[in-house]
């Protein structure tokens, strides 16, 4: 089993005039955990974290956090590096496999790829059944989830080989169910995938392309894509992310699992908060009010919370943020764009930034912040955000799908403190009811 070195320190735990001798284990970072997995076995004692707030939930050679000095690295490369030097697929095949690929193995990549962008031509008919204006996100998940009736089911009893082709084919369709998805809620006619674009000008091209306009693509549009899917790719144990491995570990088939991630992923306070962000910066920019806007965020007794602020993980400024907010400004002066809602979110991370609330909670903007100013500015549609996010994070995904069930994970099952109420007698009002259930 893939674990931290061992039992060099421990802690010890003094319970019921008990001393319980906990192991300490250490990640190849320094940071330590202690092994909790012999106390209930010893002590009766379970741990309660809710949210698991401060629980590691397994150990894992993906991506590497430090939330305190916003660092992100993917198999120990630093984001910034990977933003600068290398393309979406690179990273995708560096968080699968654990290396970026030699020349050979991106063609190889590339070619397993393109030869399963296709979606079986039957599931092409689903798309005409989901009603007018449903979420894109909803139709995402349901199609994926679809994949396991039409493709071979892969879990963990498959072999490697299979692996291999159905993580290339997942992150590939759902690419082109993506664009789909989006051809049919505007009505036009699907465009097809082609074998000699690039990942991310395949998709720009499955979007926007039409019999009677055909879509040019633009290398700055393409460059621009691939940094936004670098950053979104993957962030180690995440709401969508623990979704995937939870899942997983009752060795569902690997749509059934990617599926759920997406579920998972299209909450608001989660993927689904690159639209809510949007969403509220037109609202703040209609009212003109901000100062209004920051004050509710921090009354306690009001739900308003500054969309795309606070991070569970950083409390520092979020690295991806800080690429992001340089590549949009970049952008729009470059297209000569005058998104007001830029102004507006560059005046509230301003006030945020200096006013104490928002200090001592260690609230910056997350990498959903500036994300949806720069996809508008694409010409990508607001509904399409968190479908965006979804695409770039199934190498994740993937990844952690892989590395669990190539571990000896146990099935994810946690215990509870039942605060319910204790044994109850069986009330009055039910006595003689049972033989009216018979009726
Ligand atoms: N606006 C105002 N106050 C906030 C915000 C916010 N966006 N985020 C956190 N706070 C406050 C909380 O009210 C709380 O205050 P308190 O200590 O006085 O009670 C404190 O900061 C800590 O907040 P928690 O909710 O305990 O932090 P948690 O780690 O559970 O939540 C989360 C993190 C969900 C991201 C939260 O900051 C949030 O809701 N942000 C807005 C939604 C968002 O942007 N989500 C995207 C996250 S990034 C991603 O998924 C890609």
């Known amino acids: 089993m893939m674990t931290g070195e061992k039992y060099k320190e421990s802690a010890v735990l003094k319970f019921e005039g008990r001393e319980v001798e906990l192991p300490v284990v250490v990640g190849t970072e320094g940071d330590k955990a202690l092994d909790i997995k012999q106390l209930r076995a010893s002590t009766g004692l379970v741990t309660i974290d809710p949210g698991f707030v401060n629980t590691a939930s397994c150990c894992s050679q993906i991506t590497y956090i430090d939330g305190d000095r916003g660092i992100l690295r993917y198999r120990g490369i630093p984001i910034e590096e990977l933003v600068k030097k290398s393309t979406f697929v690179d990273v995708a095949y560096l968080l699968v496999h654990g290396t970026l690929p030699t020349e050979q193995e991106r063609l190889d990549f590339s070619c ?34 679809a994949m396991a009736a039409f493709y071979p089911n892969v879990d963990v009893n498959t072999t490697a080989s299979n692996i291999e082709q159905s993580c290339a084919r ?18 036009e006619p699907i465009v097809y995938p082609r074998h000699d674009l690039s990942y991310c000008a395949n998709f720009l ?27 979104h790719a993957d962030h180690e144990q995440n709401c969508s992310t623990s979704a995937v ?12 699992t990617i599926s759920a991630g997406t579920s998972a992923l299209s909450g608001p306070l989660h993927g689904g908060a690159n639209q809510a ?19 509710m965020a921090k009354d306690k007794n009001n739900p308003f ?25 970049n952008y729009l002066s470059r297209i000569g764009s005058n998104d007001p809602l830029l102004n507006v979110a560059r005046r509230i991370e301003e006030i945020a930034l200096n006013d104490s609330y928002f200090v001592d909670r260690c609230l910056y903007p997350n990498v959903d912040f500036y994300t949806g100013i720069l996809y508008r500015a694409m010409g990508i549609p607001e509904n399409m955000f968190t479908v965006m996010f979804a695409l770039a994070r199934l190498p994740g995904w993937v990844a952690h799908w ?10 994810v099952r946690p215990r509870q403190l039942y605060v319910g109420r204790t044994l109850q007698e069986v009330g009055e009002e039910l006595e003689g009811r049972a033989s009216t259930f018979l009726l």
């Open 277 to 295: 962000v949007i969403e509220q910066l037109r609202m703040i920019h209609a009212d003109g009010d901000i100062e209004k806007f920051i004050k």
């Open 402 to 411: 892989k590395e669990m069930i190539g571990d000896e994970t146990k099935i």
């Open 245 to 256: 491995r939870a899942i997983g570990s009752a060795q569902v088939n690997l749509y059934a």
């Open 112 to 145: 397993m790829l393109n030869l399963n962008s296709m979606i079986h031509e039957d599931m092409r008919h689903f798309f005409d059944h989901f009603p007018q204006g449903a979420h894109p996100m909803h139709i995402l998940s349901t199609m994926i989830n």
């Open 305 to 329: 919370r500054l969309m795309g602020f606070g991070h569970r993980v950083y409390k520092a400024y979020d690295p991806r943020a800080a690429i992001i907010r340089k590549e949009c400004e």
């Open 170 to 187: 997942v992150i590939s369709i759902v690419r082109t169910i993506a664009a789909f998805a989006y051809k049919k809620s505007i009505g």
């Open 205 to 231: 091209n499955m979007m926007f392309d039409s019999p009677v306009q055909p879509y040019h693509i633009s290398a700055e549009t393409v460059r621009l894509l691939n940094v936004l899917f670098i950053l």
